[in-house]
């Protein structure tokens, strides 16, 4: 004898759905046929027809709820409660929290996780092993792309890949982010779209964005960076490889942020960053060369020192004839051992791009002169 139960509430309401249908546990193989035995089925009911349990023939069975008796040979799991579009993508052992949505043109690669309450919407491309914590939200219904890579973890609450901030963007007008692999973005951070179609917001692989930090439109993060908790920058900046920004950081838009550069604690950064050195303040002034920092990332003690010796020959002139910050780049690389250093000429470079047209020029130093 095959028992039925029916059950209702606000999880099968998200499903426009009001009946559930089961076979309990008491069947046997002989009582029960082999493609049901065990498995949960959903029976879809709109909620203003007047459809019963006793009408066999007009029920309509979708697909089976994940469990464990499931079919082995598929292991994506969706939860009941969501919301999954059939013409979502999604790759083998997905695995799809209680309450989340996932939109009609998003591609979930293979072991992703949503867990319970996340959300993927528009045009959003998900790599291998991506985690969408709880309350995450990644995608935006505009045109344009969201796409992520492999192994990145989208925090608690974290907004990926919305519409911008920028008056001037206009609607309708397409949009893109595109994020690299190997990212940790932690709770309550917000990453943004680009304001252009002919532009884009990136962010590259193995970056850490701690809690609350924001990336503005048209950025273009590289890699293996540290943003602490927030961390806030503006739109256009540029951030290379390895750089660490204290907490409560503010950058101004168009601003560069240099390679193995660090940023001091409160610092808000209204002028570019070269290589290797570190600011602090408000406004941030160059505070010396990043000396730990470089030790760290592997650079040897003879860079180091050559690239303190530099500094100060550009920063700290030792006469009242030094000239101006031209003639000390230009007296720096004819120097006969200094200017065949590579890390020294791309110091001197970094500093002679941020002086270009388009660049705001770098950071306040103080001249002191020790003569």
């Keep these: 004898m095959i028992k039925f139960f029916i059950i209702s509430g606000d999880a099968l309401t998200l499903l426009n759905c009001t009946v559930e249908l089961r076979l309990t546990e008491k069947h046997t193989e002989n009582q029960t046929p082999k493609t049901l035995k065990n498995m949960k089925w959903l029976l879809v009911k709109p909620r203003n027809t007047k459809t019963t349990l006793l009408q066999f023939s007009s029920i309509s069975f979708v697909r089976p709820f994940s469990s464990a008796a499931a079919d082995a040979s598929n292991p994506t799991s969706v939860h009941p409660t969501a919301i999954v579009h059939p013409n979502a993508t999604l790759g083998q052992g997905v695995s799809i929290g209680p309450f989340c949505i996932v939109g009609s043109s998003a591609k979930l690669g293979n072991a992703c996780k949503l867990n319970p309450g996340s959300h993927i919407f528009g045009h959003t491309q998900l790599g291998d092993n991506c985690i969408l914590m709880t309350g995450a939200v990644v995608g935006d219904e505009l045109p344009g792309k969201t796409i992520i890579g492999s192994n990145n973890v989208i925090g608690h609450h974290a907004v990926v890949g919305v519409k911008c901030q920028d008056l001037k963007y206009k609607d309708g007008e397409e949009c893109f982010l595109d994020i690299g692999d190997n990212n940790d973005i932690r709770e309550f951070s917000s990453i943004h779209r680009s304001s252009k179609p002919n532009d884009q917001t990136v962010i590259g692989h193995n970056n850490l964005i701690m809690g609350s930090c924001h990336v503005a439109h048209d950025c273009k993060i590289g890699n293996n960076n540290i943003l602490a908790n927030n961390t806030l920058l503006a739109g256009h900046i540029v951030v290379g490889d390895y750089i660490h920004t204290a907490g409560a950081t503010v950058v101004h838009q168009y601003c560069h942020l240099g390679s193995f550069c660090f940023i001091g604690g409160g610092s808000v950064v209204s002028q570019d960053v070269p290589k290797f050195m570190m600011v602090s303040g408000d406004r941030a002034e160059l505070r010396g060369l990043n000396s730990e920092g470089l030790r760290r990332r592997g650079f040897s003690a003879a860079e180091v020192k050559g690239l303190r010796a530099a500094y100060r020959k550009i920063f700290m002139p030792t006469n ?31 500093i002679r791009d941020s002086f270009s047209e388009s660049r705001r020029g770098i950071c306040k130093f103080r001249h002191r002169n020790t003569s």
């Design 320 to 350: 009242t004839e030094s000239g101006n910050i031209e003639d000390r780049l230009n007296e720096l690389e004819q120097h006969e051992e200094l200017g065949q250093v590579p890390v020294i000429c791309s110091m001197v470079q970094s």
